[in-house]
């Protein structure tokens, strides 16, 4: 059974850090995608980072590119979101989500961040993690 487990979120400051982690078991992560979604109080859902763990091609949405670091950890089925430069507007509930039918690992090197736009191409997603930027 997959399970993906998000821990890390926690209230901060603007302009301050934070690094969430993301623990998959009942699938090895060599083969496939994995990223964060997330889903800010009163809006729909977006796509925040992805990385191709074969290989650690990542995408991220132009909100959040250059503040914010993907990495992967094979070994361990772990998944990173460096977060850094943080702003109100990055508030909302992280999610881990999860690829293994190779849809999103596939598309990643044709359409590239595109690929965030399509909840559907992760079709295994965890329970979230609730972060807050505010002073």
């Known amino acids: 059974q997959v399970q993906l487990v998000e821990s890390g979120g926690d209230l901060v400051q603007p302009g301050g850090s934070l690094r969430l982690s993301c623990a998959a078991s009942?699938?090895?992560?060599?083969?496939?995608?994995i990223g964060w979604f997330r889903q800010a109080p009163g809006k729909e859902r977006e796509g925040v980072s992805c990385?191709?763990?074969?290989?650690?091609?990542?995408v991220y949405s132009d909100s959040v590119k250059g503040r914010f670091t993907i990495s992967r950890d094979n070994a361990k089925n772990m998944v990173y979101l460096q977060m850094n430069s943080l702003k109100p507007e990055d508030t909302a509930v992280y999610y881990c989500?999860?690829?293994?039918?190779?849809?999103?690992?596939?598309?990643?090197?044709?359409?590239?961040?595109?690929?965030?736009?399509?909840?559907?191409?992760?079709?295994?997603w965890g329970q979230g993690t609730q972060v807050i930027v505010s002073s």
């Open positions: 989500v999860l690829d293994t039918r190779a849809l999103a690992s596939q598309s990643m090197a044709i359409i590239g961040a595109e690929i965030l736009l399509d909840e559907g191409l992760f079709n295994y």
């Open positions: 009942g699938f090895s992560l060599d083969t496939s995608a």
């Open positions: 990385i191709r763990t074969s290989d650690g091609l990542a």
